[in-house]
């Protein structure tokens, strides 16, 4: 699915800076133009929203954020009220923040929770912070729950996902802006081949089987 490389999110706000930056160059000169333009550098870096490669293969689910993987654990899904595995992954400033559905299906419900905003590291930030959340039902039948987390200085979750809405895997479905945190609960005895501490690809990455796939 074709995205923009930049991601509208941010146009606005590139645009302004921009500019500002021509402004200020045109009639301060470079001197003081310069803080200028690598504000407008670091803002384009934070908005960029590379194009991906999808993978095909049934039953896979691929990373719904680029950040690194800070927890993997058999836990309760708050959201379908069942044991789950979750899967967490953390994005910092450097990070694409485009969010991307982690499984073809069906959206069946979403969820707003307004909160607070510790550090989207922490284990305690999926019960605590902001957060906007989707359960996606596959195909086969297989409930899958992102959810997507504020963190420290996040202050704007963005979901564009309606209830009854036919999603593909990897498709672009939201945005964080600023440092935070994705976490995708899956159904139990699903295979999970992220690795802790590793950096994942949104879209691109697979980190997970469901249950009975090759």
Known sequence: MNSPVIAREGWSRIALILVAAIAIHYWAG?????????????????????????????????????????SIETTRDPYLAREAVKVSIFMNIFSVHSNRTPVDGIVVERWYNKGKFFNAALDKASAFNERSAIHIRTPAGWDVTSVQIA????????????????VERGERYGFIRFGSRVDVYLPEGSRIVARLGKWVNSGSDIIAFLPDSD
């Open 30 to 70: 470079v001197a003081w133009a310069s803080p200028v333009w690598i504000l407008l550098v670091l803002v384009v870096q934070f908005f960029r929203d590379p194009r991906r490669s999808i993978p095909q293969q049934s039953g896979v689910v691929v990373s719904p954020a680029h950040g690194k993987v800070v």
């Open 151 to 166: 963190g420290l200085v996040a202050r704007r979750i963005l979901s564009y996902l309606t209830v009854g809405q036919s």
